[in-house]
């Protein structure tokens, strides 16, 4: 199927424990971000990528990681989940100067507990 | 981080009437953007606006990108249930290979049918 795809849409995790989410998008977007959305906050920008090895640093990036290996593909990994990270976490892509902002996934909800 | 003033931050209406709400910024903007989150579901672009003094439609919906660059609006007319959502306004300042948007709070709408 086109378009962008994200998994797991629902994850319980235990504090201390590594958690991946996973993105990936058919469009070969050279460009991907990483959100997370909590009331009060609105979206906040977690990490982004230009293109296939080349990531930067969002508004938010304490305690994540993440790596682009392939053009299509754009992980997130929490090292050692905490409560804070509760959240609803969605992935976006974007075309080089295209005008019509990002494509959203449906978005992974995740609960530290 | 940088954050838009969006207003209002909810509203309640009765179905059949028309809705406003608006984005500032202290910075100037080359691209205003407005998303509409369903429940759920990941925000989807509604209305990209690319000069001052742009007025767009799609639909019910109107946009303005504010002269001064700095403001935009979006209008709903004849409000239906399935406007109900979070709408999000977006602005970029493409600067160079730029892609990074900058995203107000939201603007939660119920409509009482």
């Known amino acids: 199927d086109a378009g962008i795809t994200q998994s797991p849409r629902y994850k319980i995790t235990e504090t201390g424990r590594q958690v991946t989410l996973m993105c990936h998008q058919t469009w070969s977007h050279s460009y991907m971000f990483w959100y997370r959305q909590d009331l009060g906050h609105g979206l906040r920008l977690i990490y982004y990528?230009?293109?296939?090895?080349?990531?930067d640093k969002g508004e938010v990036p304490d305690g994540y990681v993440v790596s682009r290996s392939k053009t299509e593909n754009f992980p997130l990994t929490l090292e050692s989940a905490t409560r804070s990270q509760t959240s609803v976490y969605f992935c976006a892509s974007s075309e080089d100067y295209s005008p019509y902002g990002y494509t959203f996934g449906s978005g992974t909800r995740l609960t530290v507990v | 981080g940088q954050q838009l003033n969006q207003s209002p931050q909810s509203m309640f209406i009765q179905e059949g009437e028309d809705v406003s709400m608006n984005c500032t910024s202290s910075s100037i903007f080359n691209t205003w953007l407005w998303y509409k989150q369903d429940p759920g579901e990941g925000p989807v672009l509604l209305i990209a606006?690319?000069?001052a003094g742009e007025l767009t439609s799609n639909g019910r919906l109107t946009a303005q990108f504010g002269i001064t660059r700095k403001d935009s609006f979006l209008n709903i007319s004849a409000s239906i249930p399935s406007d109900v959502g979070i709408y999000f306004c977006a602005g970029q300042f493409n600067a160079g290979n730029n892609r990074k948007l900058i995203w107000g709070l939201g603007t939660s709408l119920a409509v009482n049918p």
């Open positions: 606006l690319y000069k």
């Open positions: 990528s230009a293109a296939a090895d080349i990531t």
